[in-house]
């Protein structure tokens, strides 16, 4: 029988709620929702770039903690403020998947609905090679 392991990434916590960042299982690493946390503060950063910023960094630490990378990433979901400039993630994107032929699918959702202060996040699966 296969057994899920919880993933947790050292300065990223979801407050008081038991969650952890993410849970590897099967072969496949799938995140919880991921957003802007300043390590050192475990607070939500000040401003888009920030925000943005050090999502994709505690993203990147949370595929390494679970045993993947960005090239094994499959798919990403982000959830952004009606007002984001999209060009933000457009750079991470880019730069991470550089190869066209080799990119992760990938869905953007706007919405209002974002807790207060926080401009973005996102969720991700990738396989773990397990």
Known sequence: MMKRKSIYVEG???GDNPVPAACVGGGLLISGTLFGMDP????LAQ????????M????ERLLEAGGA???SVLKMNFFVAPDFPRAMINAHW???FSDPSSRPARHV????RLPTGMHLQCDLTAL???
């Open 12 to 14: 990223f916590g979801h």
């Open 40 to 43: 050192q503060t475990q607070k």
């Open 47 to 54: 401003g888009e770039q920030a925000q943005c910023d050090l």
């Open 56 to 59: 994709f960094s505690v993203a």
């Open 69 to 71: 990378s960005w090239d």
């Open 94 to 96: 880019l730069r991470l």
């Open 109 to 112: 959702v706007t919405t209002d």
């Open 128 to 130: 773990t090679g397990e």
